[in-house]
């Protein structure tokens, strides 16, 4: 049987994983993207974890390359050239209280494209992490994933973890300035309202998607072929291969603080939001303003899977039954490829289903909630959680 780790290092692994080499052995690795960060984020970062001796952590420093694209900003590459010789200068000029892999992906000729941004940036990294643990440099088989705006917790390299899989961590958004911590609560309710509302309707694939948060076992990153080369959404992504194959656990301990900022750099996510919700919030400071997913839209999630479940279960190969609107809403995502399989009396319901489930991933239902808006418009958050979402007891 092929060991998965040497098969992916040896077919799909960046080039600079081939040229990994260490030669102090560490316990737990962990991968750091930066793009425009301050020169003291790693203070920041690690700042309340109780013993670094033992952690290598790998900084991509990386920027997205200037490809003639509409209004491209100069600016953040040049501050981030300053960053990665500031960081070079700290590993060599200063014992530094754990060891520290610097990978330059923001020099003339080396910069990400700009497509490809975060994503790539995070494989590198990763990829160099998976072989240094191949070579046996780094013992933990978890590759532990975050963010530079990111504050880790004392217990974060302590917190037990899973045998397999990917483990979740808690996480909240943090700011000094009022304006910007109130509209981080809301974006959290938000994600957390979403994730509760797919849990109590039925949904596989209920989990928060934020790459600062996560910790991946060696073995199941090779075996999705590691993060997709994507400039956002490249955790969502991985989150719903690694879901189809290995179980992802979400801790209720120890909260990773991030860092709430306002930013354009990438085209969706949490920057994006919180500059809305702030727009929002100078309208209504009290936030009843700021719009949510309707709940009626996981209710028909919901029916549309017992539905889809039914046709799985159906013996005599019948003519499959859904509701008006769930069926408008699942052709449009790609039903009728996949509907003969579920109607194929000859094989196994549990066949069948495993089938739907997989064709109905994080993608597809996050797709379904957002076309389920035709049905359901989106309403205020707020009162959402104060009336027919009580129940999720989102709100302190």
């Not at 009290?286 to 479940?309: R, T």
Request: charged fraction near 20%; include cysteine.
């Amino acid at each position: 049987m092929k060991d998965p780790i040497a098969d992916y290092l040896s077919r799909y692994a960046e080039p600079e994983a081939a040229n990994a080499a260490i030669k102090h052995t560490y316990a737990h690795c962990l991968v750091v993207p930066a793009y425009d960060e301050a020169e003291n984020f790693l203070q920041q970062l690690l700042g309340e974890i109780d013993d670094t001796t033992d952690l290598l952590v790998i900084v991509i420093v990386n920027a997205p390359k200037d490809e003639a694209q509409k209004n491209y900003d100069f600016a953040p590459t040049q501050r981030t050239r300053k960053l990665l010789a500031a960081l070079q200068v700290q590993s060599l000029a200063t014992a530094l209280p754990f060891g520290m892999i610097i990978i330059d992906r923001v020099s003339t000729g080396r910069e990400i494209p700009f497509k490809q941004g975060v994503g790539l940036a995070r494989k590198v990294a990763s990829d160099v992490a998976l072989a240094l643990h191949q070579q046996g440099r780094v013992i933990s088989p978890w590759i532990y994933q975050t963010d530079a705006d990111a504050r880790l917790p004392h217990d974060y390299f302590t917190t037990p973890l899973p045998q397999r899989g990917c483990a979740i961590f808690p996480h909240r958004h943090v700011s000094e300035d009022p304006e910007v911590s109130a509209a981080a609560r809301l974006y959290d309710l938000h994600m957390r309202y979403f994730v509760a509302a797919l849990k109590r309707h039925g949904s596989n694939y209920a989990h928060p998607s934020l790459g600062s948060t996560l910790s991946i076992h060696a073995q199941d990153y090779a075996s999705v072929r590691g993060y997709p080369k994507r400039s956002a959404g490249e955790d969502f992504h991985i989150l719903n291969k690694l879901s189809k194959v290995t179980p992802l656990t979400q801790l209720t301990t120890p909260y990773i603080d991030v860092q709430a900022r306002t930013s354009a750099r990438v085209p969706f996510g949490t920057g994006p939001a919180l500059t809305k919700i702030i727009q929002v919030l100078d309208q209504d400071p009290s936030g009843s303003s700021y719009l949510s997913y309707n709940y009626a839209s996981f209710k028909l999630l919901a029916q549309s899977l017992a539905e889809i479940a039914a046709t799985c279960q159906d013996t005599q190969a019948g003519k499959a039954e859904f509701s008006p609107r769930i069926r408008q809403i699942l052709d449009e995502l790609g039903l009728q490829r996949i509907l003969p399989q579920l109607k194929n009396t000859s094989a196994a319901t549990k066949q069948r289903q495993r089938v739907a489930d997989e064709w109905m991933d994080a993608l597809k239902t996050l797709r379904f909630i957002h076309l389920a808006r035709r049905f359901h418009p989106d309403k205020s958050l707020l009162e959402t959680l104060h009336g027919e979402a009580q129940e999720l007891q989102l709100l302190d």
